[in-house]
């Protein structure tokens, strides 16, 4: 079974994320991402980045009846914002907004086949 170790104080240490449909959300974020999944039953999917070690995890999708947007933004990074954007679109998510600048570098945000609402940016 995935370990969480990352046990960093005062740092964002797990991120849990609602989804309204757990092999849709899973199917969506290897396509789009390349992230892992570990599923722990009907409603439960743990979720591994690219930032992980092999055996560990980032966080999971906990099942929901409704997503409510608006309250957190999560942001990812990407080096090219372009293709990430495309690989977005490409798994069946929605660009909702940008590519944009802001102090720091470029972003847009996005919903996934859930609602939910992240942003991914880069710093060119």
């Keep these: 079974m995935p370990v969480h170790e990352h046990l960093i104080p005062m740092?964002?240490?797990?991120?849990?994320?609602?989804v309204t449909d757990l092999s849709a959300a899973a199917a969506f974020?290897?396509?789009a991402f390349g992230w892992e999944?570990?599923?722990?039953?009907?409603?439960?999917?743990?979720?591994?980045?690219?930032?992980?070690?092999e055996g560990h995890e980032a966080g999971g999708f906990r099942l929901a009846d409704e997503v409510v947007r608006g309250t957190t933004l999560v942001q990812l990074y990407a080096e090219d914002l372009e293709a990430c954007a495309e690989a977005v679109t490409a798994a069946g998510g929605q660009v909702v907004e940008g590519p944009f600048a802001f102090p720091g570098g470029r972003r847009f945000h996005f919903r996934d086949p859930s609602g939910?609402?992240?942003?991914?940016?880069t710093t060119a």
């Design 116 to 121: 939910n609402e992240l942003g991914v940016w």
């Design 29 to 31: 974020y290897r396509a």
């Design 37 to 53: 999944t570990i599923p722990y039953g009907e409603e439960y999917t743990g979720f591994r980045t690219p930032a992980e070690p």
């Design 11 to 18: 740092s964002v240490d797990y991120v849990e994320i609602a």
